[in-house]
């Protein structure tokens, strides 16, 4: 039997979570995308706290929707966290909590540290990226949030029905009341804590006795958000939580949500078109996936020779049965949605795509997987000898390092794309507004923001029938200004919208001055020829003086990022 140095518990387990952290390496150097795009800059406009109250009204008036936490979380990170790189470290340390919780729960659901080793070992086969709405990249993190939530309250919830301690109680009811605050996933997750309470003891009535707190906190919430959709006038109006009941559609979204949730869906079925013109697994190796990779098949080996030492676990039915009902349950909400019905039943191209529960649902799967494998070890160890789980334990190796792998790999794939086509050019403007490139405009002037980024040789869709984000989110806007220039502007960004600003302060004669500042990029041919310095782009800052905005102005300032950032100058005015 193969025998590996004794590694304390507390050291393996900070070596899963640092393997789990170079998995995360295309979330950290990602760009802001999706509603963050516009959410980044929230704190350009005006105080805090009245921001926050104009956004509940919102979410509670408009569209009916009682998930006060999913505003007052959202809103917070994005206020407090406008650069970029800090919100991406966020959303990894979330997403490492996540690892770390599931780790947890599997080891008290087993009673095995080993196993709740394996659980985070494998976490990251659920870390699948896409460029369309994605629960890690995206959404402040609300996805990792909300495991978060409902893993800590299942933690507690046995931790209640082991001891007695009505502390134990209180704040599990409490972890999953945020979670039905944040999200309505919640409501249909609720049949997890009677299961829970079920197989501990064995006994039907003790499940439902133990689970009837939680059973009624649910309900109540249920009828909450009946009452706030029939009181609220925009309520019912709104089409990402109205149910659209054709069951021919409902099939069809379910089957495509629950595809997506399975390991390299995203490649295989190619939504976005990205790998089709691209190969995901052409080109270099980054060294930092290497030794991921060479991490994780050694973590592998190390855990199976201790497992295998181990006594077999009765839980993998459990734990199957739990990873199962993630996976069924959470994408049936989704099945039922007008919206995502029409994003999702798209028809050619729509398989692997997915809404955002395709995170929960991926760790559910991982549950799935170590539940197989606890069953299969149960059944294998009193019957095969040392070759027949040594033949077991290569098997293992040769499908899951090579799937983990595919995923790294798909990724950054995924990562580096997005950055291309949005977030190297939208830094490159960031850069120059906080170097000072609006430095001569006085406060209040109209200033046009044009993207001149036109995507080569082929532009990989969000969707099959969405281009991109740079265009559909409004995100070059006067907040955007005031968050990374300091200055109060009047800001569009389309010309139509410099017409509008300058006939309605002129009167109609279209006279007004006005500026623009156009973004330039270095174009994708210039980045994947290796050139360092094709992630940025170069500025124009011009006066105009006549009514049409398309029409050359008087150049102010020329700014390259290239230059600026050798010697830390802006540039100059043209002569």
């Given at each position: 039997m193969l025998r590996f140095p004794k590694i304390p518990d507390a050291l393996f387990e900070t070596g899963l979570l640092a393997l789990a952290a170079l998995a995360l390496i295309p979330v950290a150097t990602n760009?802001?995308?999706?509603?963050?795009?516009?959410?980044?800059?929230?704190?350009?406009?005006?105080?805090?706290?009245?921001?926050?109250?104009?956004?509940?009204?919102?979410?509670?008036?408009?569209?009916?929707?009682?998930?006060?936490?999913?505003?007052?979380?959202?809103?917070?990170?994005?206020?407090?966290?406008?650069?970029?790189?800090?919100?991406?470290?966020?959303?990894?340390?979330?997403?490492?909590?996540n690892v770390w919780l599931a780790g947890r729960f599997v080891r008290a659901v087993s009673g095995s540290v080993h196993w709740g080793f394996l659980a985070m070992l494998l976490a990251p086969l659920a870390f699948q990226l896409r460029l369309y709405h994605d629960p890690l990249l995206d959404f402040a993190g609300m996805l990792p949030f909300f495991v978060d939530l409902i893993l800590a309250s299942l933690l507690l919830a046995l931790r209640w029905d082991e001891t007695g301690k009505k502390a134990f109680l209180v704040f599990s009811l409490a972890f999953y009341l945020a979670s039905i605050l944040l999200y309505e996933l919640a409501f249909p997750l609720l049949v997890l804590f009677p299961l829970l309470f079920f197989f501990r003891n064995r006994s039907l009535r003790h499940g439902v006795r133990a689970s009837l707190p939680f059973t009624l906190l649910a309900v109540s919430m249920a009828l909450l958000t009946l009452l706030v959709r029939v009181e609220t006038p925009g309520g019912a109006g709104y089409y990402g939580i109205t149910?659209?009941?054709?069951?021919?559609?409902?099939?069809?979204?379910?089957?495509?949500?629950?595809?997506?949730?399975?390991?390299?869906?995203?490649?295989?079925?190619?939504?976005?078109f990205l790998f089709t013109y691209d190969p995901v697994f052409s080109g270099p190796v980054p060294w930092h996936e290497w030794?991921?990779?060479a991490g994780f098949g050694a973590a592998l080996v190390a855990l199976g020779a201790r497992i295998f030492r181990d006594p077999p676990v009765e839980v993998g039915g459990l734990l199957a049965l739990f990873g199962l009902l993630m996976a069924l349950l959470v994408a049936l909400l989704i099945s039922f949605s007008s919206k995502y019905q029409s994003e999702l039943h798209l028809g050619d191209g729509s398989w692997g795509l997915?809404?955002?529960?395709?995170?929960?649902?991926?760790?559910?799967?991982?549950?799935?997987?170590?539940?197989?494998?606890?069953?299969?070890?149960?059944?294998?160890?009193?019957?095969?000898?040392?070759?027949?789980?040594?033949?077991?334990?290569?098997?293992?190796?040769?499908?899951?390092?090579?799937?983990?792998?595919?995923?790294?790999?798909?990724?950054?794939?995924?990562?580096?794309?997005?950055?291309?086509?949005?977030?190297?050019?939208?830094?490159?403007?960031?850069?120059?507004?906080?170097?000072?490139?609006?430095?001569?405009?006085?406060?209040?002037?109209?200033?046009?923001?044009?993207?001149?980024?036109t995507p080569r040789p082929y532009a990989p869709r969000l969707r099959s029938d969405l281009q991109g984000w740079s265009r559909s989110y409004r995100w070059r806007n006067s907040a955007f200004a005031k968050v990374h220039s300091?200055?109060?502007?009047?800001?569009?960004?389309?010309?139509?919208?410099?017409?509008?600003?300058?006939?309605?302060a002129s009167g109609g004669d279209g006279a007004s001055p006005l500026f623009r500042c156009t973004l330039y990029s270095h174009g994708l041919d210039s980045y994947r020829a290796g050139d360092p310095w094709a992630r940025w782009g170069w500025i124009r800052v011009e006066r105009l003086r006549g009514a049409d905005p398309t029409a050359p102005g008087e150049l102010l300032v020329h700014w390259d990022a290239r230059e600026a950032l050798r010697t830390g100058k802006v540039g100059g005015k043209a002569k």
């Open positions: 760009g802001f995308r999706s509603d963050d795009l516009v959410n980044a800059s929230i704190s350009g406009n005006g105080d805090y706290f009245g921001y926050l109250r104009d956004d509940l009204r919102m979410w509670f008036v408009d569209r009916g929707r009682i998930n006060a936490l999913t505003i007052a979380f959202t809103d917070s990170v994005h206020w407090f966290l406008p650069r970029v790189f800090p919100y991406k470290i966020f959303l990894c340390a979330l997403i490492l909590s149910p659209s009941w054709s069951p021919a559609v409902i099939l069809s979204t379910y089957a495509k949500q629950l595809v997506a949730g399975l390991p390299l869906s995203y490649v295989w079925g190619d939504p976005s030794l991921a990779r997915g809404y955002l529960p395709v995170y929960p649902q991926a760790l559910g799967g991982v549950l799935v997987v170590l539940g197989a494998l606890m069953a299969a070890l149960r059944w294998l160890i009193p019957r095969g000898g040392l070759w027949a789980m040594l033949a077991f334990g290569v098997l293992i190796l040769a499908v899951i390092v090579p799937v983990y792998g595919a995923t790294l790999a798909a990724n950054r794939k995924v990562s580096e794309q997005s950055n291309i086509d949005l977030h190297f050019r939208r830094q490159s403007l960031v850069l120059a507004l906080e170097a000072g490139v609006l430095g001569d405009l006085p406060e209040g002037s109209r200033l046009l923001l044009l993207d001149e980024y300091g200055k109060t502007l009047r800001v569009c960004d389309t010309p139509e919208g410099a017409r509008d600003l300058m006939k309605q």
